[in-house]
């Protein structure tokens, strides 16, 4: 007897793992798409890494490498929020939409992060994350510092000349590695009332405005003095190249 | 009496089988009682195979971009795991420095001069790719390994995964916390009591511990550190731990270094600017360097020739002879 109830346990058990492991049947949650695109532009212009443009120091620069993180993308209606993605990392020579499926839902703005929040940024090990993360050692794609460990949040870097003179050869470099939990930013965006039902797909183009990081109003870069940091070599200009870059980002 | 006649393994359980017949087993990495138990990260336990992997990685050339270099290029047994190079990189940097010896690395709280890795396992990431040291990174390491050898085989019984960023930063840490010394002829002296210690070791062993030098102070018992970061005043370009906090007045700080073996660690500091102990002991005698952040210990001793020499001979009584000639720690290729 005592076996016999033994047996029909196992049963049940067994049932409920078979049935609860089987999702054919099980209705799909109803999606929609949101598809935020990113447009590096430099003056109103589509980006070139091919293009020479002038600073507001009458430097010639080429940018020849964009990276950077977006993280905690929220959609808000009121006081609800809704995260539709924990991270992201842009590269300039890569597909430049992020496609999310989200639930039907209602929103009226959009906000995140520039960089890794301190959270996911500090005392993590990127080799805890699938591949195919945007943290991960290699979905990072050189975006992590080992020494002192925790996410490059942007990356800028190309060519210069100081004098100005057309068809000058760019023969030096600049490089604005930015990162660690001060310069995090969170943007926000009014996106209007946004409604999306189920098959819904809607896409917001966010330009990046580059020629913000050199030539910000409030605080253009004089490349002939400010030309290299990695942060921690150059706080002060970090700060003031993460300022410029956050300046970057306009929904269209 | 040899109380470790080698540090390692003495307890194995059969914990896994691989349809490939290797066998892997929970292991103990002996030492000695005088130091506290090792917190082993979770997921990391050390294991009989994840021990052989790492030590087959941390040997490997083929984590080098140009498969010359390997972790024990700079890391040599025979010298405490480290080069004897006054800096180890590869190519010229402003952030080069003298190679760390490896020993008692599992009882870290965390790893660098600037104390900016908290884990082992993370640790193990940055030589990798660092373009002044290996210069490759962790796709290629992969990319090269994982046909080679028996590798994939290794990983799969060792961690149960393909060989991955996760299973190469296990291994690595694996042995290298296993490389454990603490039997010195201090050691037996001082902890398993033997009589065998000179007038002289025992003057500088008793200068060492004293309220007047305050050696002992961040070269704490029983690994010879305290861990914290610290300026003895010395001026280079390299800032230490300003480097992480942005504040001024932590220029020039380093974490102490355990001085275990460090008659067989020359040059020292973190630039390798010292050549010899005596240099050392001369340095600390005469108040360090002038940097202002310069650490209130640090301060002229007014020491005699013959105490600096007492100091010196204390200082040789800490290596550990039986660590650095275990063939256990040796690539076995």
């Known amino acids: 007897m005592k076996m016999k109830i033994v047996n029909n346990y196992f049963f049940v058990v067994l049932l409920a793992i078979l049935l609860g492991s089987c999702g054919g049947d099980t209705p799909s949650t109803p999606e929609t798409k949101v598809h935020l695109k990113f447009i590096p532009t430099f003056n109103g212009q589509p980006l070139s890494i091919d293009s020479v443009y002038l600073n507001a120091f009458g430097q010639q620069l080429r940018i020849e490498n964009i990276q950077f993180y977006l993280s905690n993308i929220y959609a808000h209606n009121g006081s609800d929020s809704t995260l539709l993605k924990q991270a992201f990392l842009f590269t300039l020579l890569e597909p430049k939409t992020?496609?999310?499926?989200?639930?039907?839902?209602?929103?009226?703005?959009?906000?995140?992060?520039?960089?890794?929040?301190?959270?996911?940024?500090?005392?993590?090990?990127?080799?805890?994350?699938?591949?195919?993360?945007?943290?991960?050692?290699?979905?990072?794609?050189?975006?992590?510092?080992?020494?002192?460990?925790?996410?490059?949040?942007?990356?800028?870097?190309?060519?210069?000349?100081?004098?100005?003179?057309?068809?000058?050869?760019l023969m030096d470099s600049y490089a604005f590695h930015l990162g660690d939990d001060p310069l995090y930013r969170v943007l926000h965006f009014n996106t209007g009332n946004v409604s999306l039902a189920e098959g819904d797909a809607r896409t917001f183009n966010i330009e990046v405005a580059l020629d913000s990081v050199f030539n910000r109003p409030a605080d253009p870069i004089d490349l002939s003095v400010d030309n290299l940091t990695h942060t921690t070599s150059n706080f002060p200009l970090a700060v003031r190249v993460t300022n410029n870059f956050v300046s970057a980002f306009h929904l269209q | 009496m040899?109380?470790?006649?080698?540090?390692?393994?003495?307890?194995?359980?059969?914990?896994?089988?691989?349809?490939?017949?290797?066998?892997?087993?929970?292991?103990?990495?002996?030492?000695?009682?005088?130091?506290?138990?090792?917190?082993?990260?979770?997921?990391?336990?050390?294991?009989?195979?994840?021990?052989?992997?790492?030590k087959k990685l941390f040997y490997e050339v083929k984590l080098s971009k140009n498969e010359d270099q390997s972790c024990a290029s700079c890391h040599r047994l025979p010298a405490a795991f480290t080069d004897g190079r006054t800096v180890s990189s590869f190519h010229e940097n402003e952030f080069a420095r003298n190679a760390p010896t490896l020993a008692n690395l599992a009882w870290s709280p965390y790893f660098m001069s600037e104390g900016g890795v908290p884990t082992l396992e993370l640790q193990a990431l940055g030589p990798i790719h660092e373009k002044h040291e290996l210069a490759l990174s962790m796709e290629g390491v992969i990319e090269r390994l994982k046909d080679k050898s028996n590798y994939a085989e290794l990983s799969k019984a060792a961690y149960g995964r393909e060989l991955?960023?996760?299973?190469?930063?296990?291994?690595?840490?694996?042995?290298?916390?296993a490389l454990i010394s603490g039997d010195s002829k201090f050691d037996r002296y001082y902890f398993l009591k033997s009589n065998d210690y000179s007038v002289l070791e025992k003057q500088g062993m008793e200068l060492f511990f004293s309220e007047r030098t305050q050696c002992s102070s961040c070269h704490a018992l029983p690994f010879f550190t305290d861990y914290q970061l610290y300026s003895l005043g010395l001026e280079d370009g390299d800032i230490g731990l300003e480097r992480r906090t942005y504040l001024a007045s932590d220029r020039g700080?380093?974490?102490?270094?355990?001085?275990?073996?460090i008659e067989l660690t020359a040059p020292y500091m973190h630039n390798g600017s010292m050549s010899s102990l005596e240099e050392v002991v001369s340095f600390y005698n005469n108040g360090g360097g002038p940097r202002l952040t310069k650490d209130s210990r640090v301060k002229p001793l007014n020491l005699s020739k013959e105490e600096e020499a007492a100091l010196v001979a204390f200082l040789k009584t800490l290596t550990d002879w039986n660590f650095v000639q275990n063939e256990k720690f040796l690539s076995a290729e």
């Open chain 1, 98 to 169: 992020l496609s999310l499926n989200v639930s039907p839902q209602t929103f009226s703005s959009l906000s995140f992060g520039v960089g890794v929040p301190a959270n996911l940024n500090k005392n993590v090990d990127p080799s805890n994350y699938a591949n195919s993360n945007p943290l991960s050692v290699q979905g990072s794609n050189g975006m992590f510092w080992y020494w002192n460990t925790g996410y490059i949040f942007t990356k800028v870097e190309g060519r210069y000349e100081l004098t100005g003179t057309p068809n000058a050869p």
């Open chain 2, 2 to 54: 040899r109380t470790f006649i080698s540090f390692f393994f003495i307890v194995g359980i059969l914990v896994g089988c691989t349809e490939e017949g290797l066998h892997d087993k929970s292991v103990s990495f002996k030492q000695p009682h005088y130091f506290p138990p090792i917190n082993f990260p979770e997921g990391n336990e050390p294991t009989q195979l994840r021990f052989e992997l790492g």
């Open chain 2, 253 to 261: 700080k380093f974490k102490t270094p355990s001085i275990r073996n």
């Open chain 2, 164 to 177: 991955d960023a996760f299973v190469i930063t296990r291994a690595l840490a694996c042995f290298e916390r």
